[in-house]
């Protein structure tokens, strides 16, 4: 009966790693998406300065989850809290540089509805 | 649980080639430094989860701490060097 349940609580300790890196594997799909993807360098900032950030937290905590709680989870613990603090501080410090450069902000392309809103204002 | 790991670890492998267009081919630096940046986060998790696959997770751990700062400090040098040069 012992045995039984350990292997419960094993597999739930398992089953619980399996969502979260799921979980974090979906934003790093989602943020590599928009690198890809998206119109402008600050929009592509953002899709990878969030998402990959909210993927190492959910992986680490999978791997926490699966580890088990010891000195070396603390380690990947620490690792959270940094790439936490850090990734926004590098992104932040990148999307600045951009902005003294000059890089404009991609804006949409006026369509004619536009336009005649403008020159005829309700 | 190994074979899973081993499955998520080729999968972000594929999701590094993907980021690698975004280095060949960004309009700006800006652009090839932000794809640098979300390569080396992609790498930390696939060295920990190499750890788990070879059971030596005490050693790989170290490795990703390092990886993590030197990807940061890199990023940080690269950002003030484009700001302090007025053009990218």
């Known amino acids: 009966m012992p045995s039984l349940l350990d292997f419960a ?37 953002h899709a990878t300065g969030k998402g990959d950030t909210l993927a190492v937290l959910l992986i680490l905590s999978g791997a926490i989850c699966h580890h088990g709680f010891n000195l070396n989870s603390a380690k990947l613990l620490l690792i959270a809290v940094f790439v936490f603090i850090a990734n926004p501080t590098g992104t932040h410090a990148l999307g600045r540089a951009a902005y003294r450069c000059g890089i404009k902000p991609w804006v949409r392309r006026k369509t004619a509805a536009d336009q005649t809103a403008e020159e005829k204002p309700s | 649980m190994k074979s899973f790991f081993l499955n998520v670890d080729i999968f972000l492998c594929l999701l590094i080639f993907c980021c690698l267009y975004r280095v060949l081919k960004g309009p700006t630096v800006i652009d090839r430094m932000i794809a640098v940046s979300a390569i080396g986060t992609k790498t930390l998790i696939i060295l920990i989860l190499v750890g788990f696959i070879f059971g030596r997770v005490d050693m790989f751990i170290d490795i990703s701490i390092v990886y993590a700062l030197l990807n940061f400090l890199g990023t940080l040098a690269a950002a003030k060097y484009f700001e302090g040069k007025g053009e990218c």
């Open chain 1, 9 to 45: 609580s094993l597999a739930a300790n398992d089953i619980a790693a399996i969502i979260l890196i799921g979980g974090g594997i979906f934003f790093f799909f989602t943020s590599t998406l928009g690198l890809l993807r998206f119109p402008d360098l600050y929009s592509r900032m």
